[in-house]
């Protein structure tokens, strides 16, 4: 079973900056495609940014130049670092590991919010 505990997040004015982590422990093998998720209040989650284990990225539109995802493999530990942000991102942030024969996992979140 892997285990994924995200840290960061927090309050932060709009055009800031913050750097989410998520360390994944457990039953971590290689190939696990990892992402990250965001739930806006009384909305649905979505895909925010993904990244292969090869270290391919894929970006939902809304982020796209201002999100950048990473991983360390060597540390089991993905990245999401999130500049200019604006009240629009505030959510609730999940980390996710994802591989073809292995069940999914999934962080417990963590809530970004982006106010003045």
């Known amino acids: 079973q892997v285990r994924l505990v995200e840290s960061g997040g927090g309050l932060v004015q709009p055009g800031g900056s913050l750097r989410l982590s998520c360390a994944a422990s457990?039953?971590?093998?290689?190939?696990?495609?990892m992402g990250w998720y965001r739930q806006p209040p009384g909305k649905q989650r979505d895909v925010v940014a993904s990244?292969?284990?090869?270290?391919?990225?894929n970006y939902a539109d809304s982020v796209k130049g201002r999100f950048t995802i990473s991983r360390d493999n060597a540390k089991n530990t993905m990245y999401l670092q999130m500049n200019s942000l604006k009240p629009e991102d505030t959510a609730v942030y999940y980390c996710?590991?994802?591989?073809?024969?292995?069940?999914?996992?999934w962080g417990q979140g963590k809530l970004v919010t982006v106010s003045s």
């Open positions: 457990g039953s971590f093998a290689p190939g696990y495609t």
């Open positions: 990244i292969t284990w090869q270290g391919t990225t």
């Open positions: 996710n590991a994802h591989h073809a024969l292995l069940p999914d996992a």
